[in-house]
């Protein structure tokens, strides 16, 4: 039996305030269920969830993604906890490692041991939800901090604040082995990127298998958010195929450009669905600085995988696949403006 899909929408984060506010009330009113708000190195997204906070009274909010190595994990507990107070209870955590461009090339700082990091930084914020002294001696933090190494007048505190929920949901990305199965494991939801659902399994099936073994009895079955471009179109084979060629550079920029040979993510799952060959060329291309060149290699199965448009029929039957597939949240892109209202509520009745 497929499990309910419930919409949700990104945030442009270049969007002014008068803009995003409008946009907000505007999908909210169309029956969006949830907003997604993103972060790289631009606007940072725990101010932008305050905003979004103050804009909605019944969308969920969640941050898509809150990386783990430029806040501290009691800041990321804190940022948490004041987001879901604010939000009454509508809040939840996404988490990532992103990657060493970010980490590395914008804060400054090493990108190590992302596995354990993670792990680490979930129990910590779980302590601090649940107001327990936060102490915590690991390999990735050591809470308060070695007193031989620091001043030692740190001392163990628990929040000040009250949560308005002592467990708030924690979502994960991740597309490695490794990371899934830890996802399987510890969160209440997945986070994948590029999800074609007629290859999920053969992909990730056997790791999050491994991780829900170990996942404790108490969490909730795992939530999956997939997003992907979505467009409505007439029957037109034209209208179909120019949809989807919109969709062209966006791919060739995650596949061929995100991070360096041998350490791109999003690369590396395209080869594991069976595209190496075209894997590998977008990324040649693309790191020659040829995006355009890139985009045109991608193969229209390719680009017809990773996007979903067509006529209703086809992106309902798309959406009743990822269902299938065990995907709960559907992510869209939508323009603010008179038409994004009437998108929501046209691709609301088609996820049902």
Same mark, same amino acid.
């Given at each position: 039996m497929s499990v309910p899909l419930t919409l949700a929408v990104n945030v442009d984060l270049t969007a002014d305030a008068g803009t995003l506010r409008d946009y907000l009330k505007d999908v909210e009113a169309a029956g969006a269920d949830m907003v997604w708000v993103p972060e790289a190195y631009g606007r940072d997204a725990a101010s932008v969830l305050g905003f979004c906070a103050a804009a909605t009274t019944r969308m969920r909010l969640g941050s898509a993604v809150l990386n783990v190595y430029s806040r501290t994990p009691a800041l990321l507990a804190q940022t948490a906890a004041a987001c879901d107070e604010l939000s009454r209870g509508r809040f939840d955590l996404g988490l990532g490692t992103s990657g060493p461009q970010v980490v590395e090339g914008w804060h400054g700082l090493p990108f190590d041991r992302p596995l354990t990091?993670?792990?680490?930084?979930?129990?910590?914020?779980?302590?601090? @939800? #649940?107001?327990?002294?936060?102490?915590?001696?690991?390999?990735?933090?050591?809470?308060?901090?070695? *007193?031989?190494? &620091?001043?030692? /007048? %740190? !001392?163990?505190? !628990?929040?000040?604040?009250?949560? +308005?929920?002592?467990?708030?949901?924690? @979502?994960?990305?991740?597309? %490695?082995? #490794?990371?899934?199965?830890?996802?399987?494991?510890?969160?209440? %939801? @997945?986070?994948?990127?590029?999800?074609?659902?007629?290859? *999920?399994?053969?992909? @990730?099936?056997?790791?999050? #298998? /491994?991780?829900? /073994?170990? #996942?404790?009895?108490?969490?909730?079955?795992?939530?999956?958010?997939?997003?992907?471009h979505v467009e409505v179109t007439s029957e037109d084979h034209g209208a179909i195929r120019t949809a989807r060629d919109r969709a062209r550079p966006s791919l060739a920029r995650y596949i061929g450009g995100m991070g360096a040979v041998g350490a791109n993510f999003y690369n590396d799952l395209i080869r594991r669905y069976g595209f190496g060959q075209e894997a590998e060329q977008v990324q040649?291309?693309?790191?020659?600085?040829?995006?355009?060149? =890139?985009? $045109? $290699?991608?193969?229209?199965?390719?680009? /017809?995988?990773?996007?979903?448009? &067509?006529?209703?029929?086809?992106?309902?039957?798309?959406?009743?696949?990822?269902?299938?597939?065990? +995907?709960?949240?559907?992510? +869209?892109? +939508?323009? $603010?403006?008179?038409? %994004?209202?009437? =998108?929501?509520?046209?691709? !609301?009745?088609?996820?049902?």
């Open positions: 990091r993670t792990r680490e930084v979930v129990d910590i914020c779980r302590r601090i @939800w #649940r107001r327990e002294v936060n102490v915590h001696q690991g390999t990735a933090f050591s809470v308060p901090y070695d *007193a031989g190494k &620091g001043t030692g /007048q %740190g !001392k163990p505190l !628990k929040l000040m604040t009250y949560p +308005v929920r002592s467990r708030i949901p924690v @979502w994960l990305a991740g597309l %490695g082995p #490794r990371n899934v199965r830890l996802t399987a494991e510890i969160a209440e %939801g @997945w986070l994948p990127s590029l999800f074609i659902p007629e290859l *999920a399994d053969r992909v @990730w099936g056997e790791d999050l #298998r /491994q991780g829900a /073994q170990r #996942r404790d009895p108490l969490l909730p079955p795992l939530e999956i958010a997939v997003g992907a040649r291309l693309y790191l020659d600085r040829r995006p355009e060149a =890139a985009a $045109a $290699a991608l193969s229209d199965e390719l680009v /017809q995988a990773l996007t979903v448009c &067509g006529p209703p029929s086809y992106v309902k039957d798309r959406f009743a696949a990822f269902r299938s597939a065990g +995907v709960t949240n559907f992510r +869209v892109n +939508v323009n $603010a403006g008179s038409d %994004g209202p009437r =998108a929501v509520e046209r691709l !609301k009745e088609l996820t049902r």
